[in-house]
């Protein structure tokens, strides 16, 4: 049923271009684990190892924190339609802000998201695909516009504000550096 990889085949690619959603786990050695789902046309496949997402503003900042401190991360992407199929990518990433380089030569790879964070650099070490027949087939609509539509209603500086109100500081109290060039 299910194998594992040491990388992204081209199906396996394909398979991810057409996702319109896909999941996110990150965690310390300590406190809360993290799951979010993800989407608006945020993730790019640069290589058969690497990915890159752009992330989005949030009720938090558990990623950011979380990286600084662990750089492990999973990504799961889910067939809701088509064949069954269930993709984790394990691997190691680094997330970079609006001040940083890798931010100013990968952004242009996304469209100009309003609310837009930060970028992750994602380096996969392993691939495993499961079965996924006990994931239910569903019909996808459409993708949701409320966080465009609350980013643009703030505007740069209200993003900032809720930045500095809501994503300074994980659930666990640990830092996000999203304002700070020196990160801890």
Known sequence: MG??????TPKLTDFIKKQPMFFVGTSMQEGKINISPKGLDSLRVLNENRVVWLNLTGSGNETAAHLLKQ??????FCAFEGPPLILRLYGTANI????DAFWKEHISLFKDIPGRRQLIDFKIDLVQ????????LMDFKEERQGLIDWAENKG??????????????SLDGHDTAIFKKDKP
């Open 71 to 76: 750089n492990r991360m999973t990504l799961m």
């Open 3 to 8: 194998k594992q990889l040491k990388e992204l």
């Open 96 to 99: 970079y802000h609006q001040y």
């Open 129 to 136: 695909t499961s079965c996924g027949m006990a994931v239910p």
């Open 156 to 169: 740069e500086d209200g993003i900032r504000a809720y930045w500095e109100k809501k994503n300074t500081q």
